[in-house]
């Protein structure tokens, strides 16, 4: 991690948190009476039951620099000698405990009587961090590459397109047809769809595009965007404006975005409110999208294209922040023939341990695989043999848990549980 809150006078900290910090995020650090009721929320409490794995815990942090540079009455007995150097100690301690052992994945509000927001409260620690140089530097420098290629897209464009044409010949062998096509800036196209980087996230989907004739287009762009996990409103705006400013110019109705845990909300509404104006066409999931098709009988399906038990991971993002718990669960009915409810599930669900940007930095890794034994003993216990999640990072977190603790699992999405069900 770069560290660079040193070189912060004490005013400098103060101004930053004062800018940062919002009513909401305040009253959650006021609200916390410190009961204890949230610890079993917590993934990590339940993987590893230790102090720093409370909710509480990692509230206090952001809670001892508020008290310490900006409470009005506790500033007022402050100890002389209060240093600058000693609360970036506290702030580099709380950039620690807010991007690796918190998803900000907001099971514990469920269960505080108060309601209290810690994923709130950590996603002010992480904007403080970030605005203090004292951020993981892989999630900056990804942040910032986005940011790199979205204003020299020109450069990348010859090289995309013959990506997409590679991936164009795999969708027609699978329809086996040569009219199946992978559109790109196609003006005019109902729907932009807006992947990530990976093929799993163009291919299968294409397919049932294709099939579904559906009038739709790619664009340049990719959903993924690392600036929403620095809690960096500023640099996670301008990631977002490039889908925003594609489906403009293409003239969409809709964008739908891919099965991502993240790309969902920065769209469905985090965008909106940052940019403090309504979006001028619709968002939705590319799962809401599939789950209409299925319902109204575009193309049809077998359950028999999977009949290995299957089990079906809420990622928190899509779940219990965005609502979407039946899409999914209509779906997997639909293409399978013995769906196995993991519990607790839907609103409840455990976070796997990868949220929010952990899965990105390689020495957290033991980290998140020890705060991931909550969920494979979930999955376990569904004695399923294909977990099915609509996030990618959820996926990546998964598949590594599925080694780790040998579970003995495929993992996969539901745009690729849908194809391997077409008849
Ligand atoms: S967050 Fe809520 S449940 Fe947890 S310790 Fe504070 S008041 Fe209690
Ligand atoms: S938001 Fe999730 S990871 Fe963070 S303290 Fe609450 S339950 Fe734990």
Excluded at 138 to 165: H, P, R, T, W
Aim: proline content about 4%.
């Amino acid at each position: 991690m770069s560290v660079g809150v040193t070189s912060l006078s004490l005013t400098d900290m103060k101004e930053k948190l004062k800018a940062l910090i919002d009513r909401k995020q305040l009253a959650s650090l006021e609200a916390c009476v410190r009961c204890g009721i949230c610890t079993e929320s917590c993934h990590y409490y339940r993987s590893e039951p230790r102090l720093e794995h409370t909710p509480f815990y990692r509230a206090e942090q952001l809670r001892r620099i508020y008290r310490r540079l900006l409470d009005p009455i506790a500033g007022r007995f402050q100890r002389r000698g209060d240093s600058g150097t000693a609360s970036a100690e506290l702030l580099r301690r709380l950039a620690d405990i807010a991007f690796s052992t918190c998803t900000l994945c907001q099971r514990c509000t469920l269960d505080c009587p108060f309601s209290v927001d810690t994923a709130d409260i950590m996603r002010a620690a992480r904007s403080l961090a970030t605005a203090t140089g004292s951020a993981p530097q892989m999630l900056v420098e990804l942040a910032d590459a986005a940011i790199v290629k979205g204003e020299n897209i020109e450069s990348f464009k010859d090289f995309y397109l013959d990506q997409v044409k590679e991936l164009e010949k795999q969708v027609q062998d699978r329809l086996g047809s040569s009219r199946a096509r992978i559109p790109v800036e196609k003006e005019g196209a109902r729907m932009l769809y807006v992947p990530l980087s990976g093929a799993h996230t163009i291919v299968p989907q294409a397919v049932l595009f294709n099939l579904a004739e559906e009038s739709w287009t790619l664009s340049l762009f990719e959903t993924s965007n690392y600036a929403y996990f620095l809690a960096d409103t500023s640099r996670a705006s301008r990631i977002a404006q490039r889908i925003i400013a594609e489906a403009e110019r293409l003239k969409v109705e809709e964008v739908v975005i891919t099965e991502c845990g993240h790309g969902y909300p920065v769209m469905r509404w985090e965008v909106a409110r940052w940019l403090g104006r309504r979006l001028p066409f619709r968002v939705r999931s590319v799962i809401e999208v599939l789950d209409e098709y299925l319902q109204k009988g575009v193309f049809r399906v077998s359950p028999k294209g999977n009949g290995t038990p299957v089990t079906y991971h809420d990622s928190c993002n899509l779940g219990r922040k965005g609502g979407l718990f039946e899409e999914p669960r209509r779906i997997i009915r639909a293409v399978a023939e013995d769906y196995r409810e993991m519990n607790p599930n839907r609103i409840y669900s455990f976070c796997c341990g990868a949220g929010s940007g952990l899965v990105a930095i390689p020495e957290w890794t033991d980290i998140r695989l020890r705060a991931g034994k909550l969920k494979a003993e979930q999955i376990r216990r569904t004695g399923a043999r294909i977990v099915v999640t609509s996030c990618d990072n959820c996926r990546h977190q998964i598949g590594e848990l599925n080694e780790h603790y040998g579970l003995d699992i495929e993992v996969t999405s539901l745009s690729e549980l849908t194809v391997k069900a077409l008849v």
